[in-house]
């Protein structure tokens, strides 16, 4: 079965600039989370939709954003774009919530470079 | 504040030596605990979780609540162990904490010949 789907995989942007990230998690999976990795912070959460309703929320400015379909793929968006959002960001899936322990299995990631 | 720390940012072992990646965490509560692995060009990947009890690729992992611990270890390291190992927690389940996981910032391990 196919894995979790990230697209784009690489995107330029410059300063000032806004950009949407999308996520296709795996069938049958209803929970997307969101991760940046960066060299200097590691993996950080950004956020987690269910059934699309936000369940959890990192420590980010309101400049990121997302939100879930009623198919269960997500989208993030990052506006106003500054040189420190550049990042791989990372989105995962798993079948549920509130149930502890969910194993979550990871896109490939979205590499953005801001410019 | 829940937080992870791996101590080491690179671990450099023999081919056939142990292995003892540190991860030590802080959260008030009993959390639940993974490792996550990332080999060179591939994707995040579970190795293993504390509920599970379970060896995965020769490595073990135990909780010791008193030490605040889930060291990962391999009693012979192999070629293939060479990654980048992550460990991570997230609230139990029953708090409605989600998925939500707290990484630490990694060990990258290099097994030699």
């Known amino acids: 079965k196919a894995g979790v789907t990230q697209t784009p995989r690489y995107l330029i942007k410059t300063r000032g600039q806004q950009v949407t990230l999308s996520c296709s998690p795996i069938?049958?999976?209803?929970?997307v989370s969101w991760y940046q990795q960066t060299p200097g912070q590691g993996l950080q959460f950004l956020f987690e939709y269910f059934s699309e309703t936000q369940r959890n929320k990192g420590n980010f400015p309101g400049r990121f954003s997302g939100r879930q379909f009623s198919n269960s793929r997500s989208e993030m968006n990052v506006s106003t774009l500054e040189l420190g959002d550049s990042a791989l960001y990372l989105c995962?899936?798993?079948?549920?919530?509130?149930?502890?322990?969910?194993?979550?299995?990871f896109g490939a990631g979205s590499r953005l470079t801001v410019l | 504040a829940q937080r992870v720390t791996q101590p080491e940012k690179l671990l450099s072992v023999f081919k056939g030596a142990p292995v003892e990646l540190k991860c030590n965490y802080s959260?008030?509560?009993?959390?639940?605990l993974f490792w996550y692995v990332q080999y060179s060009r591939q994707r995040l990947q579970l190795l293993l979780r504390h509920i599970s009890r379970e060896s995965i690729k020769g490595f073990t992992a135990d909780l010791n609540k008193g030490e605040t611990s889930f060291h990962l270890k391999k009693p012979f390291a192999q070629e293939e162990d060479s990654a980048m190992y992550y460990c991570?927690?997230?609230?139990?389940?029953?708090?409605?904490?989600?998925?939500?996981?707290?990484f630490g910032t990694g060990t990258q391990l290099k097994v030699e010949l």
């Open positions: 069938s049958g999976h209803r929970s």
């Open positions: 995962a899936s798993t079948w549920g919530w509130r149930v502890g322990a969910n194993v979550l299995t």
């Open positions: 991570a927690l997230s609230p139990p389940g029953v708090t409605g904490g989600g998925n939500k996981l707290t």
């Open positions: 959260y008030s509560g009993s959390p639940e």
